[in-house]
């Protein structure tokens, strides 16, 4: 699909602020709120914009804890593989395949320390994973959303 900068501009709005009405965006980006929303079902239908959530505080519902935790695999482990086992602990917010040494990073949340170490024991439980290495959060220092451009 073909974007122009209006609907980049769209999208940096809307990540911005994913309540934001038709008309509050069509008067950023010089458009009527019937051709924003026409916009907006066209990036929605061909795959550009996901979807709409809410972003929620950690620590507002009690999960201050959070770490990066290198998983080192065993030879034929695939990304599938991977995102099957990531998705099977909730306390893990993102999970990727990365370059290095390690096979995959995962971002884990959790209440406390020890919520933290039993989270680690049943990621390091999962058969394909032959050890880990673990980086526990002090600060979140930037956070931002994902965007195409700026608003």
């Known amino acids: 699909m073909q974007m122009d900068a209006i609907d980049q501009r769209i999208i940096a709005l809307l990540v911005a602020d994913a309540r934001a009405s038709y008309a509050e965006v069509g008067a950023k980006v010089s458009l009527s709120a019937p051709a924003v929303k026409r916009r907006v079902d066209r990036l929605r239908s061909s795959g550009v914009i996901k979807g709409f959530t809410a972003v929620i505080e950690p ?4 999960w201050t804890t959070e770490a990066f935790v290198e998983l080192f695999c065993t030879g034929r482990t695939t990304p599938a593989q991977i995102t099957v086992a990531a998705r099977r602990h909730p306390e893990v917010v993102a999970a990727y395949t990365v370059s290095g040494q390690a096979d995959a990073l995962v971002h884990l949340r ?5 919520h933290l170490e039993q989270a680690l024991e049943k990621l390091r439980a999962e058969s394909f994973v032959t050890s880990t290495r673990s980086m526990v959060v002090l600060s ?5 959303p994902t965007t195409v451009g700026p608003v």
């Open 59 to 62: 620590a507002a519902v009690g």
């Open 110 to 114: 959790a209440a406390d320390i020890g």
């Open 140 to 144: 979140r220092l930037v956070e931002t």
